[in-house]
Every structure is written in C-alpha cells, then in structure tokens.
T-cell receptor, first 118, second 112 residues
Framework: GAVVSQHPSWVICKSGTSVKIECRSL??????MFWYRQFPKQSLMLMAT?????????EQGVEKDKFLINHASLTLSTLTVTSAHPEDSSFYIC??????????????FGPGTRLTVL | AQKITQTQPGMFVQEKEAVTLDCTYDTSDPSYGLFWYKQPSSGEMIFLIYQGSYDQQNATEGRYSLNFQKARKSANLVISASQLGDSAMYFC?????????FGKGTRLHILP
C-alpha cells in the first residue's frame, strides 16, 4: 500500500509558540489530504480537507486562523498550530486520498504526531 | 446527529473465538462506502476492509469480513479465530462525498 509519513512524530512546545506538522505521501501523488485530531481514548475528528493548490476546507467549529493548512505540492501538506495552548495538545493524524484509478476509495494514514503544549 | 454509531465501547473475547463488532450508519446519499480501521496502542491507523454501497457481495479480507446489511444500515465487522494481536481499538467509518467520518470506536481485548 501507499506510504504516508508525518514529521515530527512528537513535539513538545511552550504555550504561545507555533508548531508545524508535515504530512508527505512518499510513493504517490495526493491531490487531497485530510487532517484529523484525536484526543485520548476518543475517535478521530476531521479538522479539514486539504486540496493541492487551493484553500483548505475546514469542518464546522475548527478555527482556520488557528490551524493553518497549506498543500503546496502533490506530496506535501502542512498543518501549523498557531499560538498553541495546552488545550491544543492532542494526537494529529493526516491521511492522503488514494491516487486516481485505485481499486477503492481509500485513505492512507500517516503515523500521527503527538503534540504537547506546556 | 451521529452518522456512525458503534454501540460497544469495549469487548472482551477469548482467544480463537470469533468476534463481531457492531456498526450502524446514517446517510441519504445512495453512493457511499464503509470502512473498518484498527488502531493499536502505537496510534497508527490500519486499514482492514472496505464495502461500497453498490457492492453485491460482503467484503472479505483474510480473517476479516464485513456483514453488510444495507436495509438495516449496518456494517458489522467479523473477525474469525481471534488472536492476541487483535487487541486494539476498532473504528467504523463512512465515506460521504470526499469526507470520511469515524465512529467512536470499540476497544477489543483478546484474552489468552
């Protein structure tokens, strides 16, 4: 299957700083990527859909100015948590939509990034 | 309104037994897809199985099968001959348009 990487795998930062998380599709071009957050023992919550070359589509209740998404190329999407606060501490997971012509509509998930804001 | 419902927050099953994880969904779109993912404690999401709304037969992938009952809007996951390594969180998910929405998950514990 296709491989998606995330960097960093974990990050600890001080309150008020900004953190950038990268999501890369390693062996295929992904025109669409998704960003999720997951609190401990809870489900994945879709934050936004990232389309290459256009603005991201945010889910209701997600602050677009807080969570900046950039999908500058067909293999890279970034999520920047601006002015992070302790309540932003979470597990952030990206996924990339299967390439055109794939057998099924499938998302390939990155390994996740654990963000801790002190 | 919740689109994906998993009513079993946790399950304990004896090793080698079969286990059924429940999932019901709600959509008015005639074209949709249903997924099951496994999330071990490491956090990675592992794709298990997919069922398209127009697929005539229930999907199977090795020990995993999806019991798709379209009229009841249910898509239960059946794991045959459970193994200790099956202990994990399991999420049912549904594709609606370009988005995939997840249920709250079921934590499965396999007992030796």
């Amino acid at each position: 299957g296709a491989v998606v990487s995330q960097h960093p795998s974990w990050v600890i930062c001080k309150s008020g700083t900004s953190v950038k998380i990268e999501c890369r599709s390693l062996d295929f071009q992904a025109t669409t990527m998704f960003w999720y957050r997951q609190f401990p023992k809870q489900s994945l919550m879709l934050m936004a859909t990232s389309n290459e070359g256009s603005k991201a589509t945010y889910e209701q209740g997600v602050e677009k100015d807080k969570f900046l998404i950039n999908h500058a190329s067909l293999t890279l999407s970034t999520l920047t948590v601006t002015s992070a606060h302790p309540e932003d501490s979470s597990f952030y997971i990206c996924s990339a939509l299967s390439p055109a012509g794939a057998r099924v509509y499938e998302q390939f998930f990155g390994p996740g990034t654990r963000l801790t804001v002190l | 309104a919740q689109k994906i419902t998993q009513t079993q927050p946790g399950m304990f099953v004896q090793e080698k037994e079969a286990v059924t994880l429940d999932c019901t969904y709600d959509t008015s779109d005639p074209s949709y897809g249903l997924f099951w993912y496994k999330q071990p404690s490491s956090g990675e999401m592992i794709f298990l199985i997919y069922q398209g709304s127009y697929d005539q037969q229930n999907a199977t992938e090795g020990r995993y099968s999806l019991n798709f009952q379209k009229a009841r809007k249910s898509a239960n996951l059946v794991i045959s001959a459970s193994q200790l390594g099956d202990s994990a969180m399991y999420f049912c998910a549904m594709r609606e348009g370009s988005r995939i929405i997840f249920g709250k998950g079921t934590r499965l514990h396999i007992l030796p």
